[in-house]
């Protein structure tokens, strides 16, 4: 009887101490979301970019020269790709506080044949959000995208600064067993090569359906079809509903800057053949079996690094749940928790790549 009270005593401690852990590590989520967030993107990129430096090495080019070469590109397109977003912000923010008096006119018209209740309600709820300091706000955060630039440049470049020590130190961690140090660096170089796949394909599918949406904009003769089109390529980055939000967003600022109802069901119609075809058809064609997740293990990550990170978190939400799943196969007492992640309940182990 004593023993099974000790047992009992012992597994609440446990427990316990799980629960303690658990959300001190939310704590460090959360308080330090802006470094995490920029050591993940870094990690990623440093994963994208090693293959690159490893086939330019292939071809007879210096290690050294390739790895400058490509800290150059990441530096610059880093830059780039932050002064073109922030510059995209600033027009829609620009756009959309001259268009506000217009948008509290047109939505609550756009919503008349709910009734003038529904209709009262929605002019209530947008004349009490302060759309132009919620502008001006989102604005201010997205010039923090230059100072994550530059945080993300310096975590590369000391990547690449210690690659060459990175198996040294695995097998040191594995107390210098040289088979699970070996099955270690095949788990890495597993998730390296499933998350670059999803990311490649991801960009070029988001890219196709950014021009197309900067397409049907620029025909339709609707403003603001570049920071939809970028827009549109970011938020396909979210599993399931980046499309949804996207193509929402495009036809709600259709008819705020047009207020024909006409041209904003040509739009939505456009948009919705163009992210069913793309999402339903291309994408899934070009990942094939690349994830094997579960649908609803992935609305589940989305929910959870949404709530941590908001929408960065969303965007490396399904990259996570990939390494997430393939490390849980390979820890017994972690691997329900990989049939879970799995499409089919068999978890990949990601050794037979």
Known sequence: MESQNQLLRERLQTGFLGIIAFALLLFMLVQARFTLICLAIAIIIFSLTSDAIGAIARRGIP??????????????????????????????VTTSIS????????????????GPEAQQTVDTAIRNFNLTGWMRTAAGGASNLLSGAVLIFLFVGFMFAERAWFPLKIESLMNGNATAAEQVQQIIASIMRRVNRYLVVKTAVSAATAACVWGIFTSAGVPLAGPVAVMTFILNFIPSVGSIIATIIAVVLTYVLTTDLTTTVIIAVSCTIVQFIIGNVLDPMLLGQTLRLSSFGIILSLAFWGAIWGIPGMFLAVPIMVAVMIVCAHIPWLRPVAVMLSREGHPDDGLND
């Open 63 to 92: 290690n050294w020269l390739a790895t400058t070469l490509a800290l150059i590109g990441i530096g610059i397109g880093l830059l780039w790709a932050s002064a073109t977003v922030v510059s995209q912000i600033n027009e829609v």
């Open 99 to 114: 268009y506000a008096e217009q948008m509290q006119a047109a939505l609550p018209a756009l919503l008349e044949w709910l």
